[in-house]
């Protein structure tokens, strides 16, 4: 089972290379960064917590694992 450390670590990097791919196709959409890095911001707040949770949920599942 991960820690919790390891968790927010790997939901931390996962959300940055988010943020950095919404920004980029926010921008591309709108020709604006601040509104492309406005849109990403939300997105990539909401998305950390729900990964952040999600991973939580999985590391008490005991399916799969050998």
């Known amino acids: 089972m991960d820690t919790k450390k390891r968790t927010l670590a790997k ?6 290379l988010g943020l950095l791919v919404m920004t980029l196709i ?24 729900t ?5 939580r949920v999985w590391a008490g599942i005991g399916w799969g694992r050998s």
Do not use: D, N, P, R
């Open 11 to 16: 939901a931390t990097t996962w959300q940055a």
């Open 26 to 49: 926010g921008f591309f959409m709108t020709g604006s960064v601040a509104e492309g890095g406005a849109y990403a911001m939300i997105t990539a707040t909401i998305g950390f917590v």
């Open 51 to 55: 990964f952040f949770l999600h991973e």
